[in-house]
């Protein structure tokens, strides 16, 4: 099954338009929760905001699976 995974937040609205195929929502879910803690650990040295920015999971038809907050992948 092909997922997207979407940047969103106040002020970004990143549309992932080729996708990736995982064999189940979980292993998507796994996904991007490693991308995020990537992005997350890139944002911070470059002191940009993640308040608010998540990853929105979408099937093919554009519809709404689950959603990982950026927020969620970091431990304070």
Known sequence: MRFFFHVEAD?????DVEGVDFPSLEDAR?????AAKEMVAEM???EEQIDGMKF??????GVL???????????L
């Open 11 to 15: 002020h970004i609205n990143e549309r």
């Open 30 to 34: 796994r996904e991007a929760r490693r």
């Open 44 to 46: 911070v040295l470059q």
């Open 56 to 61: 929105e999971i979408r099937d093919e038809n």
């Open 65 to 75: 699976l689950d959603s990982v907050k950026f927020r969620d992948v970091i431990r």
